[in-house]
């Protein structure tokens, strides 16, 4: 059983920097994605980034592209989320997810079989 847990969250003006960690256990990733989805109140559960395992590949969605980076520690069993310049438009729940025994990234989260609980990120302008 696969858990998940994610930290770093909170409250950082516009402008400004948080990076979200999400710490695995349960399992030895390989030929898994991790990724990052994130919900605003009212909205959709949508994708952020993801990084294919063992190659370290990653994708973004072109909304954070050239802002935030996905990275993961081997060591630790650990994915991160650095996310800087920070919108207004960035506020919403954080959630780290896993996509298990795949070959390539997939965007869409009913692929993913387990989630973290979700970090609150909250960005005032």
């Known amino acids: 059983q696969v858990q998940l847990v994610e930290s770093g969250g909170g409250l950082v003006q516009a402008g400004g920097s948080l990076r979200l960690s999400c710490a695995a256990s349960?399992?030895?990733?390989?030929?898994?994605?991790m990724g990052w989805f994130r919900q605003a109140p009212g909205k959709e559960r949508d994708f952020v980034a993801a990084?294919?395992?063992?190659?370290?590949?990653?994708y973004y969605a072109d909304s954070v592209k050239g802002r935030f980076t996905i990275s993961r520690d081997n060591a630790k069993n650990t994915v991160y989320l650095q996310m800087n310049s920070l919108q207004s438009e960035d506020t919403a729940v954080y959630y780290c997810?896993?996509?298990?025994?795949?070959?390539?990234?997939?965007?869409?989260?009913?692929?993913?079989?387990?989630w973290g609980q979700g970090t609150q990120v909250t960005v005032s302008s």
């Open positions: 997810a896993a996509d298990l025994s795949t070959d390539y990234i997939r965007l869409n989260r009913y692929a993913y079989d387990y």
């Open positions: 349960g399992r030895t990733f390989g030929r898994d994605t």
């Open positions: 990084i294919y395992w063992s190659t370290g590949k990653t």
